[in-house]
């Protein structure tokens, strides 16, 4: 498997956040040049197919539909913050 993803649960809860998606790329997947880009899809469900309430999630975005920058989407690479912010 070349994309890997689970849930993790905050040690501490902060403001609208508890758990976080961490997505992550096996060394098969390859290397992404200085300066490129992907596209990351993902979807996620509940056991039983219920919706999620995204109110007042931390990096839910309600407002714009196409591609933005959004900060709220942090990005770490080797454990180092390289884009965004953490909730608060």
């Known amino acids: 498997?070349?994309?890997?993803?689970i849930f993790v649960k905050l040690p501490t809860?902060?403001?609208?956040?508890d758990y976080y998606l961490e997505v992550g790329f096996s060394s098969a997947a390859g290397s992404l040049a200085a300066g490129a880009s992907i596209d990351i899809q993902v979807r996620v469900a509940k056991e039983?197919?219920?919706n999620y309430t995204q109110t007042g999630d931390y990096s839910f975005n309600a407002v714009d539909t196409n591609y933005v920058d959004w900060s709220k989407a942090p990005a770490y690479v080797s454990g180092n913050l390289i884009w965004g912010s953490d909730p608060n």
Not at 1 to 5: D, E, L, P
């Open 1 to 5: 498997m070349n994309v890997t993803g």
């Open 13 to 17: 809860a902060k403001a609208n956040a």
């Open 48 to 50: 039983d197919w219920t």
